[in-house]
């Protein structure tokens, strides 16, 4: 009991340092002291979904945006809608770049980091947004399907990331992003190994954060709930085939865009973490009373069987 009442007071004084500070950058922002005109962004998974939001975002901020992802002829749509994007807010668009990259193919991926750092060797933001899916019962995932989702979410990410960081540092400036999710916080049922992708990224990006915070080097973590992309269309199931079909909760999550401009608002705000408020209460749940969540991810399980005829999928 003692224990508990400490955590909750621990986690409210938390809230409030939180919000508070949030507060405070929020006003700075308003005051039109941040901005990011000029920064030059790399952007992965711009092909779609939450990441070309993002490039819309920061290139109608006046950022130089790099796209980044294997489908180049939708990178190739993205630039054509920013370049034809009309802003009567008087700010300075700069012409996006494209390179594709597959974050599966660990050869190439420092090639290609290199390659943007030739071209543009101030990288200002590294917004690690591209990801793949998986569902399918744990036991069915075929082992190169978990290292194909492993490869991508979680090695090939921060291969990526660790070409970038010689630069960052020696400037003593950057933000490095990862788009996680909030299954990278606590674990679901039904997506084994993206939810420990997820778990590895945020874990990574807390030690890397703390390692270099001295060189004044950002790192950030947004862990998006269900957002409306197609994500769990495009998502791998156990046999390794596309999914193919979306779900209830995606349709009617948050749109991309609202997505984008809350990655966007904590990057301005210099924030460490984006977690919808919504999910508080489970991620305090999985910490502090184990058992509760334990039971709760079990009738979810339950729940997920009926609802998508499990048959295919175990
Ligand atoms: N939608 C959600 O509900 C949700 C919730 C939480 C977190 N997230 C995270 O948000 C991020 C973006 O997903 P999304 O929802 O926008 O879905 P999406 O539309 O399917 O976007 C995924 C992006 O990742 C890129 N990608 C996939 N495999 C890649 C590879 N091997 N190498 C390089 N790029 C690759 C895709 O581009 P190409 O196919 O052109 O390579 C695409 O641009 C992901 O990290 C996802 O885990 C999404």
Known sequence: MALLIICLVIAFIAIVYAVGQKIYNEQKIKRGQRSLAGKVVVITGSSSGIGESLAHKFYESGCKVILAARRVGE???VRRDLLNTKLNNGIQTIRPEIIQLDLDESTQIIEKANQILSASPQIDILINNAGVSMISGARAVKPEVDTRVMNINYFGTIAFTKAFLPSMIERKQGTIVFVSSIVGRFAAPY????????????AFADCLRSEISKDNVRVMVSSPGFVKTDIIKNALTGGGTTYGVSNRQIESGQTPEDCANDIYRAVLRGDKEVVPLKYAGVI??????????????????RVFEQRNKVAHIV
Request: proline fraction near 3%; charge should be positive.
């Open 284 to 301: 305090c749940l999985r910490n502090v009373l184990p058992a509760i969540y334990f039971r709760i991810m079990e009738r979810r399980a």
């Open 191 to 202: 997506c084994s190994s993206y939810t420990a992708s997820k778990h590895a990224l945020q």
């Open 75 to 77: 990178l190739e749509r």
